[in-house]
C-alpha cells in the first residue's frame, strides 16, 4: 500500500506555478512534468492525474500541513507492484508500467483509464497481464450537462486478479544467480522427471522496480551501454554455439543408427586430414586410441569428427530435434529464440548453397552453423537422463502430466551416461575439479568452450597467444551441463559464461554450487 499524490487539473488556478510549487518537495523532474501534463491533455479536466507514485512520509507530512497552498492537489492511497526479489527474478517476471498511447490502441479495457493504473511490459508480467490484472468494477453516475457528478446510482465492485503459481523456487534461483559472482551468462535448472524449470538466471539483470515508475534516463543508459547486456535474457534469446555439449546428440544419434558401439574405437593423433583441409583435436598432441566412453570422458574431438562424418548431417539433425534442440518452447516469455540445427535444406534456404563435407566434420562436435539457448541445452540433457521427452514449463501444477519415453535404447542412454560420470568422476576427466563436495552424491556432466574469436597472426607477433590475453568480449564462451544425482537423476542444469574461457575451469565450478544446492533443499 502506498501514498500518491493526484491533481485534479479543473480546480488549479495554474498548473504550471503549482507544478513548479511542489517540483522540489517531490523531488520532480523536467520528465516528470512533461509526463503530467501530457496525461493532463489526455482526460478531462475534472479526472485525477497522478503526480507522483510511492510519496515518503516526509513528502505526505509536507503537502498535507501545507494543503490550504495548493488547492487541486489530493493524496491518496493505492497500491504500487514491487519486486521484493529486484534482480533475481527480473527477466521470467518482467516488470509493469505506466499505460501507453499504444496500449490504449490495443484495447478499450475501462480500467486502462484509471489514472496511475499500471500494465504488464514484458516477461509473465505483459504474457498474463489480463489475468493477472483481474476486472474493473462499474460504477453508474449521474451526470449533469458539463460532466460533473451529481450522485452515484449502482456500484459493482471489480474482481481480484488471478495467482500465478510458477514453478521456480526462490532459493535455488538466488543460489544460481550469486553462484556466477561478476560473470555474465546464464543458467537453467530442470526436474528432469516433470520439465518444471526450479531456476532460470540470467545474468547480470536488473532491478525490476526501476520500471514500475518510468526508469530514469541516467539508468536506462547505465543498463543500455553495460557490456554484459542485463536487459537481454540470457537463458531464451541467448544462441550459441553449443560446443563438445552437442557430443552428446551425436553420440546417440550414431548408437541409435549402429554406426558405433561401445567397443568402437578411432584413433586420436591429434589431427585429421579431409581432402586438402586439416582438422585438429583441442589437444594438439592427441588422445591415442578412443572408445566412446573414452571420448565423452576426455572430449576428444577427432572421434566426433569421424563418427559425425560417418552419420551425416541429417542424421544429426534429427536426433537433436528429438532431444529438443532448434525449439522454441510455450513458456509466455516471448523473446524466446529457435537456435539452429542446421541441414541440407536450411543451408539451401539460408545461404543458397549446398552442404560441404567440412560442415559436417565441426558440426560434430557443435561448432559451424549449430546455435542453441541455455533452456534447449538444458532440455536435452534432462531428456537424455530421464529417457523421456520431458517439455520445460514455468506453470506449477497439483499433478505434474507423465511425459512419453523418448524412442531410444536404454542401453544407448546409458553409455552416454556412463560418459558423463567419467567427465566428473574419472580421472583426468575434463570437469574432474567440478565434483559435487556431498557425501554419497555424485553428478555426470559435459564441458563445452565455443570460439567467439581467433587469434590472429598479428595478434600472435604482439604477444597474444592465449585466449586471456584477447579483450573480454572476443574470449571463448564456456558450457557445462551437468545432471545429479547420478544414479537417480532428478535436476539437470546448464550454465554458460559469455566469454569465460573454459567449461571446465569456469562453467563447471558454477554448475557444480547450483546443484549442491539444489540437492541440499531436495525440491519436490
Same mark, same amino acid.
Given at each position: 500500500?502506498?501514498?500518491?499524490?493526484?491533481?485534479?487539473?479543473?480546480?488549479?488556478?495554474?498548473?504550471?506555478?503549482?507544478?513548479?510549487?511542489?517540483?522540489?518537495?517531490?523531488?520532480?523532474?523536467?520528465?516528470?512534468?512533461?509526463?503530467?501534463?501530457?496525461?493532463?491533455?489526455?482526460?478531462?479536466?475534472?479526472?485525477?492525474?497522478?503526480?507522483? +507514485?510511492?510519496?515518503?512520509?516526509?513528502?505526505?507530512?509536507?503537502?498535507? /500541513?501545507?494543503?490550504?497552498?495548493?488547492?487541486?492537489?489530493?493524496? =491518496?492511497?493505492?497500491?504500487?507492484?514491487?519486486?521484493?526479489?529486484?534482480?533475481?527474478?527480473?527477466?521470467?517476471?518482467?516488470?509493469?508500467?505506466?499505460?501507453?498511447?499504444? =496500449?490504449?490502441?490495443?484495447? +478499450?479495457?475501462?480500467?486502462?483509464?484509471?489514472?496511475?493504473?499500471?500494465? !504488464?511490459?514484458? %516477461?509473465?508480467?505483459?504474457?498474463?497481464?489480463?489475468?493477472?490484472?483481474?476486472?474493473?468494477?462499474?460504477?453508474?453516475?449521474?451526470?449533469?450537462?458539463?460532466?460533473?457528478?451529481?450522485?452515484?446510482?449502482?456500484?459493482?465492485?471489480? /474482481?481480484?486478479?488471478?495467482?500465478? +503459481?510458477?514453478?521456480?523456487?526462490?532459493?535455488?534461483?538466488?543460489?544460481?544467480?550469486?553462484?556466477?559472482?561478476?560473470?555474465?551468462?546464464?543458467?537453467?535448472?530442470? =526436474?528432469?522427471?516433470? %520439465?518444471?524449470?526450479?531456476?532460470?538466471?540470467? *545474468?547480470?539483470?536488473?532491478?525490476?522496480?526501476?520500471?514500475?515508475?518510468?526508469?530514469?534516463?541516467?539508468?536506462?543508459?547505465?543498463?543500455?551501454?553495460?557490456?554484459k547486456t542485463p536487459l537481454t535474457d540470457k537463458a531464451v534469446s541467448g544462441q550459441y554455439s553449443p560446443g563438445s555439449t552437442f557430443k552428446i546428440a551425436v553420440a546417440?544419434?550414431?548408437?541409435?543408427? %549402429?554406426?558405433? +558401439?561401445?567397443?568402437?574405437?578411432?584413433?586420436?593423433?591429434?589431427?585429421?586430414?579431409? %581432402?586438402?583441409?586439416?582438422?585438429?583435436?583441442?589437444?594438439?598432441?592427441?588422445?591415442?586410441? @578412443?572408445?566412446?566412453?573414452?571420448?565423452?570422458?576426455?572430449?576428444?574431438?577427432?572421434?566426433?569428427?569421424?563418427?559425425?562424418?560417418?552419420?551425416?548431417?541429417?542424421?544429426?539433425?534429427?536426433?537433436?530435434?528429438?532431444?529438443? /534442440?532448434?525449439?522454441?518452447?510455450?513458456?509466455?516469455?516471448?523473446?524466446?529464440?529457435?537456435?539452429?540445427?542446421?541441414?541440407?535444406?536450411?543451408?539451401?534456404?539460408?545461404?543458397?548453397?549446398?552442404?560441404?563435407?567440412?560442415?559436417? *566434420?565441426?558440426?560434430?562436435?557443435?561448432? !559451424?552453423?549449430?546455435?542453441?539457448?541455455?533452456?534447449? /541445452?538444458?532440455?536435452?540433457?534432462?531428456?537424455?537422463?530421464?529417457?523421456?521427452?520431458?517439455?520445460?514449463?514455468?506453470?506449477?501444477?497439483?499433478?505434474?502430466?507423465?511425459?512419453?519415453?523418448?524412442?531410444?535404447?536404454?542401453?544407448?542412454?546409458?553409455?552416454?551416461?556412463?560418459?558423463?560420470?567419467?567427465?566428473?568422476?574419472?580421472?583426468?576427466?575434463?570437469?574432474?575439479?567440478?565434483?559435487?563436495?556431498?557425501?554419497?552424491?555424485?553428478?555426470?556432466?559435459?564441458?563445452?568452450?565455443?570460439?567467439?574469436?581467433?587469434?590472429?597472426? @598479428?595478434?600472435?607477433?604482439?604477444?597474444?597467444?592465449?585466449?586471456?590475453?584477447?579483450?573480454?568480449?572476443?574470449?571463448?564462451?564456456?558450457?557445462?551441463?551437468?545432471?545429479?544425482?547420478? =544414479?537417480?537423476?532428478?535436476?539437470?542444469?546448464?550454465?554458460?559464461?559469455?566469454?569465460?574461457?573454459?567449461?571446465?575451469? *569456469?562453467?563447471?565450478?558454477?554448475?557444480?554450487?547450483?546443484?549442491?544446492?539444489?540437492?541440499?533443499?531436495?525440491?519436490?
Amino acid at each position: 500500500q502506498i501514498f500518491q499524490a493526484m491533481i485534479i487539473p479543473e480546480q488549479v488556478r495554474n498548473v504550471d506555478k503549482m507544478l513548479q510549487k511542489i517540483s522540489p518537495i517531490l523531488s520532480l523532474e523536467e520528465t516528470d512534468i512533461a509526463r503530467i501534463k501530457k496525461e493532463i491533455s489526455r482526460h478531462r479536466r475534472f479526472v485525477p492525474v497522478k503526480i507522483k +507514485d510511492n510519496l515518503s512520509w516526509e513528502e505526505v507530512a509536507t503537502l498535507m /500541513l501545507n494543503n490550504h497552498l495548493y488547492p487541486g492537489l489530493i493524496i =491518496d492511497e493505492g497500491l504500487a507492484r514491487y519486486y521484493p526479489f529486484k534482480e533475481y527474478t527480473a527477466h521470467p517476471l518482467g516488470y509493469v508500467g505506466s499505460v501507453s498511447e499504444q =496500449d490504449l490502441k490495443k484495447s +478499450d479495457a475501462p480500467i486502462l483509464q484509471v489514472p496511475g493504473f499500471k500494465i !504488464g511490459k514484458s %516477461g509473465f508480467e505483459k504474457t498474463f497481464d489480463e489475468s493477472l490484472r483481474g476486472t474493473e468494477g462499474i460504477s453508474t453516475l449521474e451526470v449533469n450537462a458539463y460532466g460533473r457528478i451529481m450522485r452515484e446510482i449502482e456500484k459493482k465492485d471489480g /474482481l481480484k486478479g488471478n495467482d500465478l +503459481d510458477l514453478t521456480i523456487d526462490i532459493r535455488l534461483q538466488k543460489a544460481a544467480y550469486d553462484a556466477f559472482g561478476e560473470e555474465s551468462g546464464a543458467a537453467v535448472v530442470l =526436474d528432469v522427471h516433470t %520439465g518444471e524449470i526450479l531456476a532460470f538466471v540470467s *545474468v547480470p539483470a536488473f532491478d525490476s522496480n526501476l520500471f514500475v515508475d518510468g526508469i530514469s534516463i541516467k539508468n536506462w543508459t547505465e543498463l543500455q551501454t553495460n557490456e554484459k547486456t542485463p536487459l537481454t535474457d540470457k537463458a531464451v534469446s541467448g544462441q550459441y554455439s553449443p560446443g563438445s555439449t552437442f557430443k552428446i546428440a551425436v553420440a546417440l544419434a550414431a548408437l541409435e543408427e %549402429g554406426i558405433i +558401439d561401445a567397443k568402437t574405437s578411432v584413433y586420436c593423433s591429434g589431427k585429421m586430414q579431409l %581432402g586438402n583441409h586439416l582438422f585438429h583435436c583441442w589437444r594438439h598432441s592427441g588422445h591415442g586410441r @578412443q572408445n566412446l566412453v573414452d571420448a565423452i570422458k576426455n572430449s576428444c574431438d577427432i572421434y566426433f569428427y569421424e563418427v559425425a562424418l560417418k552419420l551425416g548431417i541429417e542424421k544429426i539433425a534429427a536426433m537433436s530435434r528429438r532431444l529438443g /534442440l532448434g525449439t522454441i518452447y510455450d513458456l509466455g516469455l516471448e523473446n524466446q529464440k529457435a537456435g539452429v540445427i542446421p541441414d541440407k535444406e536450411w543451408k539451401q534456404q539460408k545461404l543458397k548453397a549446398p552442404w560441404q563435407q567440412g560442415e559436417t *566434420v565441426i558440426a560434430g562436435i557443435g561448432q !559451424g552453423y549449430v546455435l542453441v539457448t541455455p533452456l534447449q /541445452l538444458a532440455t536435452m540433457l534432462a531428456r537424455v537422463v530421464s529417457g523421456t521427452e520431458i517439455t520445460p514449463t514455468f506453470i506449477k501444477k497439483d499433478t505434474p502430466s507423465t511425459p512419453k519415453k523418448l524412442d531410444i535404447k536404454p542401453e544407448n542412454i546409458a553409455l552416454v551416461k556412463q560418459g558423463m560420470f567419467e567427465v566428473v568422476n574419472g580421472l583426468g576427466g575434463t570437469a574432474a575439479r567440478a565434483k559435487l563436495k556431498l557425501k554419497d552424491v555424485k553428478m555426470g556432466g559435459k564441458t563445452g568452450t565455443t570460439q567467439v574469436r581467433r587469434i590472429s597472426l @598479428q595478434e600472435r607477433a604482439e604477444g597474444i597467444k592465449r585466449d586471456e590475453d584477447l579483450p573480454w568480449k572476443y574470449r571463448n564462451h564456456a558450457w557445462f551441463m551437468a545432471y545429479a544425482p547420478h =544414479d537417480k537423476p532428478k535436476y539437470a542444469v546448464a550454465v554458460i559464461v559469455e566469454h569465460g574461457r573454459s567449461g571446465s575451469g *569456469v562453467a563447471a565450478p558454477i554448475a557444480s554450487k547450483i546443484l549442491e544446492e539444489a540437492i541440499k533443499l531436495d525440491i519436490r
